[in-house]
């Protein structure tokens, strides 16, 4: 079946540091791709998606190229700060919704 | 302003006890689901929803009920709760023809004595 596997944590990072959080699936169809944030004592928000091939989905200064050849979704960011700080969530929707196990990025001052 | 409201928030309550924690939205949304979150587990969808009177089990559906009386709840039930159901539970919606979900609530942590 349908499975995301992303990087365990805790990361810990300093401000203007850069980030990359890894994301791979295995799916038997063409996947959409997610990742999606968590803020303390919130629900999940989407931060951004691709939906094929070699799209880049990008919000708020992160990104991630959806690879097929790897089956890849890596997040990126080139500068994080403090308020980045939460749980992120790498996930695909095929004919349903997977979900990784959540990464905890923590930036320091 | 797109609302996913759970109430409530916490609960402590013991084995065996119903309890029903109650999702509303204000969107509009045909599609509603419940999950769970578990430390290392990620979110694992208990129920779904593609409209009113359409429900479907998730991943993870042993001890739960839900209903979809009208479009705007959905309600999730734990009839007899367990000690392994302590977890924190996330309602989520999704407009029509989708099952990704767009907005969710707050969440709802529940513990079980």
């Known amino acids: 079946g349908n499975s995301v596997t992303q990087m365990e944590g805790p990361v810990t990072l300093s401000e203007e540091a850069f980030l990359t959080i890894n994301c791979t699936y295995t799916?038997?169809?063409?996947?959409?791709l997610f990742w999606y944030v968590q803020y303390p004592g919130e629900g999940l928000q989407l931060l951004l998606k691709a939906t094929k091939a070699d799209d880049k989905g990008s919000n708020k200064g992160f990104e991630a190229t959806y690879r097929k050849e790897t089956t890849s979704f890596h997040l990126e960011k080139g500068s994080v700060q403090v308020s980045d700080s939460a749980v992120y969530f790498c996930a695909l929707s095929d004919h349903d919704m997977r979900f990784g196990a959540g990464t905890r990025l923590t930036v320091k001052p | 302003e797109a609302q996913v409201t759970q109430n409530p928030r916490y609960l402590i309550t013991v084995t065996g006890k119903k309890l029903t924690v109650t999702c509303s939205q204000n969107?509009?949304?045909?599609?509603m689901s419940w999950y769970r979150q578990d430390p290392g587990l990620g979110l694992r969808q208990i129920y779904y929803?593609?409209?009113?009177?359409?429900?479907d089990k998730g991943d993870v559906p042993e001890g739960y009920k839900v209903s979809r009386k009208e479009k705007r709840n959905f309600p999730l039930i734990l009839e007899s709760p367990s000690p392994n159901q302590t977890s924190l539970y996330f309602c989520a919606t999704a407009d029509s023809h989708s099952n990704q979900p767009q907005h969710f609530g707050d969440g709802t942590r529940l513990s079980i004595l």
């Open positions: 799916a038997t169809g063409y996947p959409s």
């Open positions: 969107m509009n949304h045909e599609y």
């Open positions: 929803s593609m409209n009113v009177e359409v429900t």
